[in-house]
């Protein structure tokens, strides 16, 4: 299998107190046998997922951050997800995804080694892969559910179970939405016996949304709205007793229900206003209340959980445009107000904190933005692709980003660095403007196997005649510096043919990068080591390349 090859492409702006310049080195991305699916790849501890596609054959790749060896896991069709995209579901140290046999699915993880790369369980699979309390869980086809850790899976007898909406306890013990066709109904499963849970409703239509659905401590909390008279909280605890949050509090109005940094948290709306309330422990008060906006002129769009934010995203529908911000609200509630217009991002973790993304309208195109603050500074970074996903994990500093070209459609995955490594932004005239009439051109260029190369050329003097350099060598990626073995030819003349001139080795130049539009080059040769700090001539055409 023809290797995927490698490139760089700086794009933005790095601020930290001090002036950084952050690029995206790409390590990956399609070549014409080879291309990467739309499946979003995962950084599992010190591995890299992704997966390619050549001649309609899957391969899902592993590789190790620190060494860059890759490896293929597993080869075959994969199950693209609902969305087309959330093939690979990481929960803690492992990653979860379907693979596709003879039209049978079946569930497997991987540890992002080839031995921890295997099938859990022998049952066919028919739809969702999804994280319930940090189990992974699927549909059989026979509408069971299927619950796994990573080592044990067991299979829940239902009728057509839901994965949207589940709580679990443990492997053997779960509450799950189960229809028959006509009827919903709340389940429990404990080892094996499956009971239905009277919630004494009439003829309850449990539209549950799977945000209201969810465990703390040893109680299963779902919220059931929509319903007019029965709306109400239900608390199950994993003996199967029932309670209801209308008992202790009026819940009239109350739309959501969440929790977020240990506590219990309710969104209520009136026609005089909606409003964010915080439970007490005992679930016997509101013990914060915290109003938003008026009810009559204000809608709820939605709500989003941020690691320091709640998230209130509301529109007024009489005001033309359409007029909406949001609430970003701590723990207590206390809004914090310089955040009220900022479009609510996407947030991933890493070892060094939060990153944040979002989308930016600009002259009539969206660009994305990539930031290391929740208030999209001090990074201010553009990204000219289109932004699929990042991967990440909170115990690496490293980024990755999933990205898509605009125009042609090739994907990338790339790489955030603080300087730019190389790659295409390396192109072009570079010169010392100490040093008069002397300088270096750079060219990287692709040969028809994918493969890369770096072919460099030096104008300068040696001992008062001019003198001409050449050298190429091999991009392998991602790489911060490379070096090239620098050649001088003898005996030719002006354009002369039928001759080749005298090759004679000079020495080597080690290059790097240090900014978007300075470069370091080391010559090694029998003469003295020389240190050139070159800056790039003036050329618009590298300036989408990277900024500072």
């Not at 053997?172 to 404990?190: A, E, F, P, Y």
């Not at 600009?362 to 990074?379: D, T």
């Not at 490594?421 to 750079?442: A, F, K, R, T, V």
Request: glycine share 6%; with cysteine; proline share 3%.
């Amino acid at each position: 299998m023809k290797r995927l090859f490698y490139t760089l492409l700086c794009s933005l702006l790095f601020n930290i107190s001090t002036a950084h310049s952050a690029s995206l080195t790409k390590i990956i991305e399609d070549t014409p046998n080879e291309t990467l699916t739309t499946a979003q790849p995962v950084l599992l501890n010190d591995y890299l997922l992704f997966q390619t596609s050549q001649n309609g054959q899957d391969t899902l790749w592993s590789q190790n951050t620190e060494t860059n060896e890759r490896i293929a896991i597993y080869q075959g069709p994969i199950d693209f997800g609902a969305n087309n995209n959330n093939t690979f579901l990481k929960i803690d140290q492992l990653v979860y995804f379907l693979t596709i046999s003879n039209n049978n699915k079946h569930l497997w993880r991987t540890d992002g080694t080839t031995a921890g790369t295997q099938q859990l369980a022998n049952t066919l699979i028919f739809q969702d892969l999804v994280n319930a309390q940090d189990f992974a869980v699927s549909q059989s086809v026979d509408g069971d559910l299927v619950v796994s850790d990573g080592q044990d899976t067991i299979v829940h007898d239902f009728n057509f179970a839901s994965t949207g909406n589940v709580c679990v306890f443990d492997l053997n013990n779960i509450i799950t939405k189960d229809s028959d066709g006509q009827n919903d109904q709340l389940k429990q499963s404990v080892n094996g016996q499956v009971e239905t849970i009277d919630l004494s409703f009439e003829n309850p239509m449990l539209f549950i949304n799977k945000q209201n659905m969810w465990v703390k401590g040893d109680t299963c909390f779902i919220g059931i709205f929509d319903q007019g008279q029965s709306s109400d909280v239900i608390m199950i605890d994993k003996d199967g007793h029932v309670t209801k949050l209308s008992e202790s509090l009026d819940i009239s109005g109350m739309i959501n229900i969440f929790t977020f940094s240990d506590y219990v948290y309710a969104i209520i709306q009136s026609e005089d206003s909606i409003k964010v309330v915080r439970l007490s422990a005992e679930l016997q008060e509101f013990e914060i209340s915290k109003p938003v906006v008026d009810g009559d002129q204000f809608n709820l769009e939605y709500y989003a959980l941020l690691s320091d934010f709640i998230v209130i995203s509301l529109y007024s529908p009489l005001a033309t445009p359409q007029l909406s911000f949001n609430y970003y609200l701590d723990s207590e509630l206390v809004l914090n107000e310089s955040l009220t217009f900022q479009p609510t991002p996407d947030e991933y973790f890493t070892s060094d904190g939060a990153i944040y993304t979002q989308k930016v309208y600009q002259n009539g195109v969206y660009k994305s933005h990539l930031a290391n603050h929740i208030s999209m500074s001090p990074i201010s970074l553009i990204i000219q692709d289109e932004l699929q996903t990042l991967a990440t994990d909170q115990s690496s500093k490293q980024v990755y980003l999933s990205l898509k070209d605009k125009q042609t459609g090739q994907q990338s995955i790339a790489l955030l660095t603080e300087t730019p490594g190389i790659g295409q932004s390396i192109n072009g005239l570079w010169y010392d403007p100490e040093i008069l009439s002397q300088g270096i051109s750079i060219h990287t260029g692709e040969r028809n196997d994918g493969s890369q190369y770096i072919f460099v050329t030096v104008y300068t003097f040696l001992d008062g005649n001019q003198l001409w350099l050449a050298g190429v060598a091999d991009i392998e990626q991602p790489q911060t510096d490379i070096t090239v073995t620098l050649y001088n030819s003898s005996d030719g003349e002006l354009f002369q043919s039928g001759i080749t001139p005298i090759e004679n080795t000079f020495g080597t130049m080690k290059i790097e990068m240090t900014g978007c539009d300075q470069l370091r080059a080391t010559l090694q040769s029998e003469n003295p080591e020389i240190v050139l700090n070159l800056s790039r001539i003036d050329n618009v055409q590298f300036n989408h390349l990277c900024y500072e």
